[in-house]
């Protein structure tokens, strides 16, 4: 899970912002535990060890004895590939997060997962777009030929190994993996899977969880 990020645009360490009773990597992490057999957490260097190292808030027991802290790296692909070097060599399916992405449902998790068991290298949840989309040298573009990509992204194992083994960066790992040569699929992500970015995110977000625990729907089944 990437989230070594300082958030700039947000003005501080977003992925520690409180977001209702814990911080954001809190929900996070225990939301991809839940589809996990192990969580790494890709952290600053100063909540990775130390007196300051985060220490996961599991309320609901999702996440015991399988959450690792490692220190990211300069790049986000720096970050991703140190926390690449700790799962272990005989997983056949790995999943990328962003920290900043408490939210996703489990449906999205299932979707990705799915789609690599069925035969993709890779496979990214997606949304339209609903604004207009425009060139900054002027004209639209076609957003139907476009799509928002969110996370998680579920990788075989191997290929994204593949992919980051030539130390290359992207905003994304699919990227890597699709100049690599390997297949990338999409599939449908979900609006509610909000990125925390500015400090209003937050209020969206907090909204968003109330709602899903005053209807009883916190999270989708996957049994």
């Known amino acids: 899970m990437a989230a070594a990020g300082e958030g700039n645009r947000f003005g501080g360490a977003k992925q520690f912002s409180r977001l209702g009773n814990r911080c954001v990597i809190d929900w996070t992490v225990q939301r991809a535990a839940r589809w996990s057999e192990g969580v790494v957490v890709v952290l ?21 004895g399988q959450v690792v802290a490692v220190a990211g790296g300069v790049l986000r692909s720096d970050s991703v590939r140190r926390g690449l070097s700790r799962v272990p060599d005989d997983a056949e399916i790995v999943l990328v997060h962003d920290g900043a992405r408490p939210l996703a449902t489990d449906g999205v998790f299932e979707r990705v997962i799915q789609a690599v068991r069925a035969g993709a290298d890779a496979a990214i949840p997606v949304i339209d777009l609903t604004d207009t989309i425009r060139w900054r040298g002027g004209g639209t573009a076609d957003r139907r030929k476009l799509a928002a990509v969110q996370t998680p992204q579920a990788f075989r194992a191997g290929a994204l190994r593949a992919a980051h083994a030539a130390g290359a960066d992207a905003t994304d790992d699919a990227t890597l993996v699709e100049a690599a040569g390997a297949t990338v699929v999409t599939v449908d992500g979900d609006s509610r899977n909000l990125k925390i970015t500015e400090p209003h995110d937050l209020v969206t977000a907090e909204a968003l969880l109330e709602s899903c625990s005053g209807s009883g729907h916190a999270g989708e089944s996957h049994g």
């Open 44 to 64: 600053p260097e100063a909540r990775a060890v130390g007196a300051d190292a985060w220490q996961p808030s599991d309320p609901d027991g999702d996440c015991a």
